[in-house]
């Protein structure tokens, strides 16, 4: 052991700011291994950020935008090879290879652990490493769900602070109660030469996003982006407490959270499960379009969902922030989103610069500037014939700016979840609505969910794949238990209490192109529906994949130039469509073998015997 790496765990253990015994051992041995110049712990405080934010930007990590319009605000500029999560490279490493299943990648425990050993061998050598100490999910719950991310990324803990609840005060909790901890560790995977320059934005070509789901450990390596490195989110409030919730039982899932109340005053909140980039942000954040409803945020990603006292689902969003798809957010699509972010305190990653030092990114605003830097530093023009902002570029916003958020959203029991709507971007043959016959039936609904592949994953975009509830990425575990852990919650919930599962298509395409449906605030008027059925009214019509919408009932007051037929294009099953649908389906579902629960077994005969009759 060099003498530097001796002096570094002496220090750790004399200078770290808590007694939590686990906590201070695991610093000192992640520093002993990563031998960083430094070890800072962090507080959360205001003054911290703005001292930490300062830092990047005399490195050139962040450049601080025109205060007058993004007050507070910082735009940062990844590696071009660094902007989304890389599935490929992502890994549960259960013990057994059969309890990561056919969805995830896999490999022995001591094997990986003993290649990410080498990886993270000096990684942070020239480079501060961060304690962060956080919590998913409101301090004062009942079971906090605490976490300490160790980093050697500044943005990193820049971008935590706006995520999730860190520092001081949680640090505090978690000692007093001696509370187990998700160990997150995560280092870009570029250490600095003595001397050597900061580069923008480090990270290693070689990237590693590792789970140990019987440790509950995560360990990142050579990414600095979003799901890849902030790992509160989709490493632990996903992939790790999904293993949590399988133990416990209760689910965590990759859903957004509504609540939407009618004319008359009732609430509904409306739990909706989209893959990454479907819009989930922007639904829950939505602009009702019809007279006199009125919607709040609950939460834009994540949702764990506990089983109340009564048989009711109930649901907490764990986040603290948003981490917002920035291109097609704007202020005629969706202005709630763009009046948080315009209250600043806000990281931009990867979008264009105004030549004023503003942000700018495609569907903003409906006048395109005349000139702008692009994400990689290119000018730009309309002509040149290239997206300004990447595709996957991102806010990151505190989510107490959103003036709609309700104050629901801080309860630590959560909310009674009434409607669980699952969702994907498909070109045909899903409906914009259905309502599930019943709870198994849009259980089956989930498990069969599909969607076009987007560019918060790196590779191809457009490619139409299976995403079980849009967990495919964030199933810590065996997806045939995934399902089966579904069929068991179901048991537990109380029958008059199940919420109404709907399948919903925002994407559908017309023979010409077009959206099928206007989408963003208009999806008010398909919620209003779902609000109508929970209600046991609004009219619908049978159809073998489930009830849809007769073409007068979705309330079109307003809408100029939408008609009764569109609705009906909208909503209409094509059986030749739902051939191939129940071909891919039954592929999909061979791969669980026999660990598919006997309800969606039942579920798809059900679909393949009402096709064959309605022939
Ligand atoms: N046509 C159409 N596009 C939509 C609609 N809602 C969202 N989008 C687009 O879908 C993209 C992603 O939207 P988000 O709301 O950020 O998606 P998300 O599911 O929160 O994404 P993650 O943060 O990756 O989980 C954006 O480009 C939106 O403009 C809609 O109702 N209709
Ligand atoms: O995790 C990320 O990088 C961003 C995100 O929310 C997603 O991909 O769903």
């Avoid at 765990?9 to 808590?18: E, F, H, N």
């Avoid at 990684?123 to 050697?152: H, N, S, W």
């Avoid at 209250?343 to 605003?365: C, H, P, Q, R, Y």
């Avoid at 489930?546 to 099953?573: F, I, N």
């Amino acid at each position: 052991m060099s003498e530097s790496s001796t002096k570094q765990v002496i220090d750790v253990q004399s200078t770290a700011p808590t007694s939590h015994a686990d906590l201070v051992a695991w610093v000192a041995e992640v520093a002993e291994m990563t031998k960083p110049a430094e070890v800072y712990w962090v507080d959360g405080s205001q003054a911290e950020y703005d001292r930490l934010t300062a830092e990047l930007v005399q490195t050139g990590t962040l450049r601080k935008l025109n205060d007058e319009t993004f007050p507070n605000s910082f735009a940062a500029f990844s590696d071009p090879a660094d902007v989304a999560r890389v599935e490929e490279r992502t890994f549960i490493c259960s013990k057994e290879e059969k309890d990561a299943g056919f969805t995830n990648n896999w490999m022995d425990p001591a094997e990986m652990k003993g290649i990410l050993t080498e990886r993270f061998d000096g990684a942070m050598a020239g480079r501060t490493m961060y304690v962060i100490p956080f919590v998913m999910g409101p301090l004062d719950a009942d079971q906090p769900q605490y976490g300490v991310e160790i980093t050697d990324s500044a943005y990193v803990v820049a971008s935590m602070r706006i995520m999730a609840r860190i520092g001081t005060d949680v640090l505090q909790k978690m000692e007093a109660e001696n509370a187990f901890f998700v160990p997150a560790l995560h280092s870009v995977g570029a250490p600095l030469a003595p001397g050597q320059e900061d580069v923008p934005w480090p990270c290693n070509e070689e990237k590693w996003i590792v789970h140990f789901p019987e440790e509950r450990s995560i360990w990142s390596y050579g990414s600095g982006y979003g799901g890849n490195a902030l790992l509160g989110k989709k490493c632990y409030a996903l992939r790790i407490a999904s293993v949590i919730a399988r133990d416990e039982g209760w689910l965590a899932e990759h859903m957004l959270i509504l609540r939407l109340t009618s004319p008359e005053g009732k609430a509904y909140n409306i739990a909706a499960a989209f893959p990454s980039a479907c819009g989930k942000t922007n639904l829950a954040l939505l602009d009702p379009t019809i007279e006199g409803w009125k919607a709040e945020t609950l939460g834009d990603d994540i949702n764990w969902m506990r089983i109340g006292p009564d048989g009711e689902l109930r649901g907490v969003n764990p986040e603290y922030g948003l981490f917002g798809v920035a291109p097609g957010t704007g202020w005629s699509t969706n202005p709630n989103a763009m009046r948080a972010i315009a209250k600043g305190n806000s990281i931009f990653t990867n979008v264009a610069l105004t030549d004023d030092g503003g942000v700018w990114w495609e569907g903003m605003t409906d006048e395109v500037p005349a000139h702008l830097t692009d994400w990689q530093g290119n000018d730009w023009t309309p002509e040149s014939g290239r997206p300004a902002a990447h595709p996957n570029s991102r806010f990151c916003t505190p989510i107490d700016q959103i003036d709609m958020l309700s104050d629901e959203y801080y309860s630590p029991s959560g909310v009674e979840i009434h409607a669980i709507l699952f969702g994907g971007r498909r070109k045909t043959t899903i409906p914009l609505v259905t309502e599930a016959r019943s709870w198994a039936n849009g259980v089956f609904m989930g498990s069969t969910l599909s969607s076009e592949t987007t560019a918060a994953a790196a590779g191809a975009v457009g490619v139409v794949r299976r995403d079980p509830m849009a967990m495919l990425p964030f199933i810590g575990y065996n997806a045939g238990d995934y399902l089966n852990h579904w069929d068991k919650i179901s048991g537990q919930l109380s029958e008059e209490r199940r919420p109404k599962i709907f399948l919903v298509n925002w994407f559908r395409r017309t023979a010409d192109g077009g959206f099928a449906w206007p989408g963003f605030g208009e999806n008010s008027r398909v919620l209003k529906w779902v609000t109508e059925r929970i209600e046991g009214q609004g009219q619908a019509q049978q159809t073998p994949i489930g009830q849809v919408p007769t073409p007068e009932a979705l309330d079109l007051t307003g809408l100029a130039d939408y008609t009764a037929d569109d609705v009906a294009a909208a909503v209409a099953v094509d059986s030749e469509e739902w051939k191939a649908e129940i071909a891919d389906i039954e592929k999909w579902y061979a791969n669980f073998g026999a660990a598919l629960p006997q309800s969606l077994q039942d579920e798809i005969a059900g679909l393949k015997d009402r096709f064959s009759t309605s022939a």
